[in-house]
Structure formats: C-alpha cells, structure tokens
C-alpha cells in the first residue's frame, strides 16, 4: 500500500516561495499510469486542486496557478515537489499531496496527511 508524506516549513513569509515536499513510500512514481498531485485547501474553503505530475514526468497546472506553480520530481529518491512563488496570505492552506491512476483522473485513492502552511509575516 502506497502512502505519502508532505514535508516543508510551516511559515512562509509573503512574497516568498512556498516548496514542499512528497516522500512516497510502497510504490513507485515512475510506476504507469500512475499521476501524482498536489491539492490544497485554505481555512474554511474547499478542496483546490494545485497541479499534477505523471509518472512519466509530465506535467499540468491549475491555470489559475500555473503562473507562479512548479512541481518537480526526484526519481531516486521517490519524491516529488511543489514550488509556489509569490505566495500572499492567501495561500494559506493545509497543502495534500495525491495519487490518481492516471493524469486524466482527479479521484484521488490515496492522500498524505496533509501539512499546514501559513504565510505570514
């Protein structure tokens, strides 16, 4: 069973970037046709989701974000990571990372516990 870890600072100053990342562990990121996201969800709001990266390294963005969103990934070390720049207090969110069985799918099977991300400064 797969299972995911998001890991980065808690507090982020505005106009910074925000990077975090995903540990995954119980399968591979290269693994097809498996696409792994990054999702969020700011306090008292729903579920946005922020961009994707397949197993075969290609990636999409939210088009809201996709300006000042980058997600990366660490092959070796079954990783991958969200770099968001720029960032106001409006991002403030709890940031989740997620697996799909492919890119064309937003029905998440398995989820990160999530990290708290505040901007602030």
């Known amino acids: 069973q797969v299972r995911m870890q998001e890991s980065g600072p808690g507090l982020v100053k505005p106009s910074q970037t925000l990077s975090l990342t995903c540990s995954v562990s119980?399968?591979?990121?290269?693994?097809?046709?498996?696409?792994w996201s990054w999702i969020r969800q700011p306090p008292g709001k729903g579920l946005e989701w922020m961009g994707v990266i397949g197993y075969d390294g290609r990636t999409y963005y939210n088009p809201s974000l996709k300006s000042r969103t980058s997600i990366s990934r660490d092959a070796n070390k079954n990783q991958f990571s969200l770099d968001l720049s720029s960032v106001t207090p409006e991002d403030t969110a709890v940031y989740y990372c997620?697996?799909?069985?492919?890119?064309?799918?937003?029905?998440?099977?398995?989820w990160g516990q999530g990290t708290q991300v505040i901007v602030s400064s």
């Open positions: 119980g399968g591979s990121i290269t693994t097809s046709y498996y696409s």
């Open positions: 997620a697996r799909a069985e492919t890119i064309a799918t937003t029905e998440f099977g398995s």
